[in-house]
């Protein structure tokens, strides 16, 4: 039986290979052509290009936008890593008590994790618009219309209803918690209960303990999607207004579509990004690796 399905791997292997060949020529060419182009002055176009050595890089670690784009973007990730391993981890710990109503909290939370962000960024987008919104025409509907405000476009609340997306799109770490608390100990549960501990206790002084592993991926995949989240920001605030919301993902965005030759200059932006998408990869490939470890 071993041999048989060694022989399939091999014959699996044989035909991946051209694939994985593909892809990895595809990649390390654009990896290659980023980190080239990044030490240029060139346009759109990419003709007449001239070596300006480390200066992009110079500009950009001056340029307090850009700073602010990363600071942003930490600050998002923390809001929804903070949501994650608080209010994501009691949610999966009640869908898998067997409470009731597992319908609705799947349909508010999973839903939105399966549905294009790119969507969900859009509707939230038009939900929170001054005139026609349905936030604001909902609170002047039941005569609250005082209460209306400029979610999008004045600084505090644009920042304050972005950092709400991020920390509503929790369907992921929900998943991951759901998947691991199936996964868990009875044995332990049992020994708490007849110790006379309460659901509460139970949850505060054994579970989360328990799944420190999954509290690190959960982090580690929130910082990491932080970095990807171009579509959530671009299609709600756009990084407005006055680049209160701006993440890395649209202030690279900006320069690619500016016009003139910045296109070395947002390539510069990319590789630093992409520094830092490589370091949260790497660490988080590694706790995954020492979680399967500790699972064997």
Do not use: C
């Not at 048989?4 to 694939?19: D, I, M, N, Q, W």
């Not at 997306?165 to 332990?188: C, H, K, S």
């Amino acid at each position: 039986m071993r041999r048989k399905l060694k022989g399939e791997g091999r014959t699996a292997l044989l035909f991946l290979t051209p694939l994985f060949l593909a892809y990895a020529v595809y990649y390390a060419y654009s990896f290659w052509f980023l980190i080239g182009t990044s030490f240029t002055k060139v346009s759109i176009n990419f003709s007449n290009a001239v070596e300006v050595g480390w200066r992009n890089y110079q500009l950009l670690l001056e340029d307090h936008a850009f700073l602010t784009a990363i600071r942003n973007n930490l600050l998002f990730a923390a809001g929804s890593i903070a949501v994650s391993l608080t209010l994501a981890f009691v949610i999966a710990v009640m869908l898998a008590s067997g409470i009731g109503g597992r319908r609705l909290y799947y349909a508010i939370f999973l839903v939105p994790a399966l549905t294009p962000i790119a969507l969900i960024a859009t509707v939230f987008g038009r939900m929170l618009q001054y005139q026609d919104g349905a936030l604001n025409e909902g609170l002047r509907s039941i005569g609250l219309g005082g209460l209306a405000q400029h979610w999008l476009t004045e600084p505090g609340w644009a920042f304050a209803s972005v950092l709400g997306l991020f920390a509503y799109l929790i369907g992921l770490p929900i998943m991951y918690y759901t998947a691991d608390l199936a996964a868990m100990r009875t044995d332990v549960l049992e020994a708490a209960v007849l110790d006379g501990a309460g659901p509460l206790q139970m949850m505060r002084a054994v579970i989360h303990p328990m799944m420190r592993s999954t509290h690190l991926t959960v982090t580690l995949a929130l910082l990491l999607g932080s970095f990807r989240a171009f579509e959530v920001v671009l299609l709600s605030t756009g990084g407005g207004p006055d680049d209160t919301t701006e993440i890395v993902g649209t202030y690279t965005y900006r320069y690619v579509t500016s016009g003139g030759s910045t296109i070395g200059y947002a390539s510069a932006a990319s590789v630093l990004v992409l520094l830092v998408a490589l370091l949260v990869s790497a660490v988080q490939a590694l706790v995954t690796r020492t979680r399967k470890g500790e699972a064997r």
